[in-house]
């Protein structure tokens, strides 16, 4: 009986993860704006993709505070963070964690980096991040690189969380260097 519940429970969540899911977005889409409050440190603010305007900003997506992959997600942006800051680009962190997860998350892993608050799973929902893993109730890990004038300018589907950062960073210096990947145009 419980084999059937749990073969049942495996096909409903399959079934169901492929209908669930929102849309990702695409390169060359306009980043939707949100607004919503962050955890710097240990303290909250109110923000809005907006007020980023003018800089690179990347956001990315993940399933869980103090889970093995999200931190070492979040350790390998930490640890890049001076070469982002460089660059004059914007670090931003989201997922459906609670800010008292996100500030011992970020006091416990020394994030230099804001998380932001998506209890209702708007933003998730806006960017096609909701739903990723829904038997668990977890988003989806994803990364968009935003450029400043709000265009989506890469879409990260597939996240290596150890290498992800040193990732987004070499693409950066090559479409700095007019060496876009693709035959893109460097990108702004």
Known sequence: MKLALLAVGVIAGTFWSRIARSEMLKEGQI??????????????KNVKLSDF???????????????????REACSFRDGFTRFEKAGIVVLGCSIDTSDAHRAFIKKYGLPFPLLLDHDRSIARAYGAANGIPILGFDRRITYLINPDGKIIKVYQSVDPSTHATEILDVLEKSAAGNAPSGKPAAN
Do not use: E, H
Not at 31 to 44: L, N, R
Not at 53 to 71: A, E, Q, S
């Open 31 to 44: 980043a939707p704006d949100f607004s919503t409050q962050m955890v710097v440190g240990d303290q909250i």
């Open 53 to 71: 305007r003018g800089k690179r900003v990347v956001l990315y997506f993940y399933p869980k505070d103090n889970t093995p992959g999200c931190t």
